[in-house]
């Protein structure tokens, strides 16, 4: 019942405000902060270098410079990063603008890419991380840390940076790339944080099969729970919004209630223990694909741009508040490192993030291609080596778990501790500057020597209709030449065949028998046009 | 610098989240009863005794005595009220929503009636309480407190509510009076709290009439400088979305910088220590005149409905959270009272509330038709009443102030001071849960007994531009016979006669020549098709 110690009374100065004077100046720092950030970035729109994510790292970076000059080096409070405000403000809309933008049929055509990324790629890159830091770590002449330090790099290390991909790929351009890339950053956040969770509860004393399983077990669990939480709450709120129909009095109170509502999914997974970003990304799914159909015109643009206007603003923030972060002079003097022991350590991190990636993009990407039979298909080189790379982001979850495993109560204390927080650091400035910048005009030079985009990338219908016709005209999920109707026996063929569009089609079938009916949806509202994942409206 | 205080760390429980499992209750708690709120206040529609305030109060006092139970009476910390959350994150949005959102023409037009109320009459309401309580205490028995708190009282019970008046009038159908009831309460917050300001600060053992001048010029300092930086921040708004249109790349960042500059602008002026809710009020006034008009259609649509859901969130929220405030059980328990002394007191208080505000509405209402030529600009018997009534409400600000007045930092001590504070929140509790009950059938039933409303109520312009017109057409701002063309001596003497709309033609002429072309503004910007004020796109 701490509701109170998150927001703390502060009357203290007698002057004509009853606010705490430090938090309206640390306030309104940030919100000049992130309109700069809007500015500047609306200016440099055309640069191909720079985006917002950077924008605002560097002025994050330059205040945390004000801010320390003007305190002479003393106070770095202002700089103090926090978990807390993290995981319940600015997490959760960005989550769950994502589900709810995100195209539909992409992210569940390529599931199992993204599935098989998400979890197994993760695994690995956590296994390699730790044991090369394990190894490495020593030559350098870090020795203090236990087992559980360097599997938690692991985890930290392995949850790359969904909020910076969304930036730098374009979901119009390249929707194949970008489905698998941001799908699996929601998976890999849900699967870091558990590994990280695994980390910190397990007793290494004891570890054995069981152990193990018991790990694996716990994975599937949150996986499947979370999932199941949020298609529960946005089902709900699609047939209560269907029924009630808010609309009809108040446009506030709609928009007020599916923004409550996804939030409040969020909340009750995290009060289950389960994975609030998995909930909150899968609620904004099926908001976006029944409840956005049953809600009045007005509210369904007001949604649509509310959502991504939150979503950008904690996006930025986050930026700005790493930036700033990322000076705070307590957490540098604590380290006690030598430049060369930081430089060592930062690089051997990064390196081993690279490899870590390049571990499992490139193997699960050729065993992918060996299942699948169509040329058009599979996954080329070129768009391997774009996965690998607009994957190598780390942000603020890193950064949050890595003051999660190394603060202790009261600020860092141990050396080494205090050395691994500060490098994480380096390891989000440099990969979000410096990889972040050279991933624009990398997929500029990638696709220009390939100016066409290879077959999976045409065939993106812009709704389920349009498969579902395609499907009736051409007898089968996609272009091959056979004309036979749909019969019993063609269709399990075909699930052999083309299982994920086959799935797809059945899906569909459920859907408008079933679903719809209950739950709403395009065919049974008739004035929506488009979904939020269009950009037909001519703004977004 | 005191960021970190505000969002405290709070990892503690090694569970799979890495959030304070308090927390985590607490925001769940809120949100679904923030729903529940919605979805009961939409049921409850059609009935005219109940609103949205009543029922967020009522189900907060319900979810306060389950959290009682629940934890046996000792612990009540999610209860807990906090007047930074209030003053920060709850108050802005629903005062700029409020200023957003007014029929401006209406507003302007009752510009001195508003001012007198808001200013003179709380001034005459602030000394009524505090006399009155300074005498009838004594009778009750409550003899410790000091001249500054019997002050205090007085300013703490003049602030109106005006966030229950936007509910329970209606501005489609009784402008004058929202306009007068609403900006009354605007005006009003920002009296109440300049005077408690000064009651906090000033020094009572010398008194004299510098003081007395210096707390008017304090005043008249405040009103104009925080408007005037209300109107530059909207100014500035609307000239840099015309001159970068943000639109043109995405409506996202369009959305964000109004919502991020229409909260900066209360942020700067709570620095300043000027009043910020004027500052937002004024913000929101220019902003719905010139940026609204400056944006894409979608982001038109979007900021609309998004401010008035967040500022209905914020209002609802403040009902829930001062409903289950009020079972605080330290505070019941500070007081020490019998039951007989608390409803002595309050009773008192309540009395005095009535009076104080039945000593300047009527008074004024009749000074100011004394004042007024024609017949049906005058401000009738039944009118005046509806005004009267409509202002009894307390609410959230009262709460704040009486909890900066009378709690000593860490819990009130005094036995005197909890009893103001338990009595406060009856007051609250007791007017808003009564008076705002009775209000609308009250309503109902005086403007049945005379179904036609008066003609300061019909002539109710659509926008500025009718105004004009039909200036133009009659040669005068109101269905006066005169045909004359305006020439520079007729405008002389129209400015005597009819002062306002004379002042409202004047400065039209002064906004078309000069400040649209530089801010845009609905003629420079030919998508706009209606104003934020209007209901038009059919959905509000």
Redesign the interface.
Known sequence: ???????????TL???????????????VF??L??AC??I???L?ENRWANESITALLLGLVSGVV?LLF?KGQ????L?F????F??YLLPPIIFNAGFQVKKKQFFENFSVILLHGIFGTIISFCLISLGAMFLFRRIGVTALKLQDYLAIGAILSATDSVCTLQVLNQEETPFLYSVVFGEGVVNDATSI?LF?AV??IDFRNIDVITALNLLWTFLY?FFTSTALGIAVGLLSAY?IKT?Y??R?????E???V???A??SY??A??L????ILTVFFCGIVMSHYTWHNV????R??TK??F??IS??AETFIFLYVGMDALDIDKWKGSHASVGTSIAVSSTLLALVLIGRAAFVFPIANIYNCTVKREGDKIEVRKQFIIWWAGLMRGAVTI?LSY?QFTETGGSSSTEHSLMITSTIIVVLFSTVVFGSITKPLIGAVMLRHPKLPSSDETDFTSLEDLQLSFIDKGGPSNNSSNHPITRRSSLSMLIKYPTSTVHYFWRKFDDKFMRPVFGGRVFVPLATSSPTSPR?G??
Request: proline residues 2%.
């Open positions: 019942m701490a509701f109170s110690e998150t927001f703390p009374l502060q009357i007698p002057t004509s405000s009853f606010l705490d004077i430090g938090t309206v100046v640390a306030i309104t919100v000049s992130l309109c809007i500015v970035g609306h200016l729109e801010v305190s106070s770095s409070r202002i103090v926090n978990e807390d405000l995981f319940i558990v969770n910190q509860s949150l209560g009630l808010f609309g009095h108040s446009t506030d109170r928009v007020a209630i923004l409550l509502l939030y409040l909340m009750i995290e009060l223990n389960l994975s609030g009045t015109a007005s509210s643009i007001t741009h509310a991504a206007t950008f603003i949050a999660n409206d703004t977004s």
